[in-house]
Structure formats: C-alpha cells, structure tokens
Nanobody, 121 residues
Framework: VQLQASGGGLVQAGGSLRLSCAAS????????MGWFRQAPGKERESVAA????????DYADSVKGRFTIGRDNPKETVYLQMNSLKPEDTGVYYC???????????????WGQGTQVTVSS
C-alpha cells in the first residue's frame, strides 16, 4: 500500500486542521491505520489509531479530547481532525498502515511521507 498525507499548514494556537491520508495500491479496508508525529529534535510519537473497520480508535493522552481519527473505507482515506491546537502539536505528521492492528505502537509496516503542521502561539 502507498500512503499520501496532506492537509498540514500553519495555524494559530486554538485553531483547527484536518489531515488526510489517501491510500493506493492495496485493499484499504485490510489495514489498520495510525497517525504519528515528529517534532524537531524529538523522537516520533504516536497520536491516534483506528482499526480496519473504524469501530475502534485509540489516542495518545496528549491529544485526547482534541483530535479525532476517522476513516472512509470506500474513499480509501483516513483523517485526523485536530482541534484546539497547541504549539506543542507542531511537527511532521505521518500516517501509517499495517494489516495487523498495531494500535499506538510504532511498528507499522507502511508509512506515508509526512505533512508539516506548525502551530504558532
């Protein structure tokens, strides 16, 4: 599967962004999906995950109540709605896929190229 993330940009603190990750060359509904981010000088961290059907989701504590992950299997796309953004949410956001439900683990097999999110204070 190939993944293409988009939707990043510059936003003020308190604002919102919606990231999208389009999948191709695979059976999208066969993959559990996750969103991850990496800030400058820091390790990559998990943000949110969604099961193959979309029925099960999981979130990092730092984004609970502010971010929502969802997927549209017919459109082969996973989304990350980010509200009440904070400067500490700044980073490159990546989507990832795996046929195994990895949850918030970083052990996904397939990764997209990332999209930059910058939150100004």
């Amino acid at each position: 599967v190939q993944l293409q993330a988009s939707g990043g940009g510059l936003v003020q603190a308190g604002g919102s962004l919606r990231l999208s990750c389009a999948a191709s060359k695979g059976t999208f509904s066969s993959y559990a999906m996750g969103w991850f981010r990496q800030a400058p000088g820091k390790e990559r961290e998990s943000v949110a995950a969604v099961s193959r059907s979309g029925a099960s989701t999981d979130y990092a504590d730092s984004v609970k109540g502010r971010f929502t992950i969802g997927r549209d299997n017919p459109k082969e796309t996973v989304y990350l709605q980010m509200n009440s953004l904070k400067p500490e949410d700044t980073g490159v956001y990546y989507c990832a896929a795996d046929t195994v439900n990895r949850g918030l683990s970083l052990r996904y097999d397939y990764w997209g190229q990332g999209t930059q999110v910058t939150v100004s204070s």
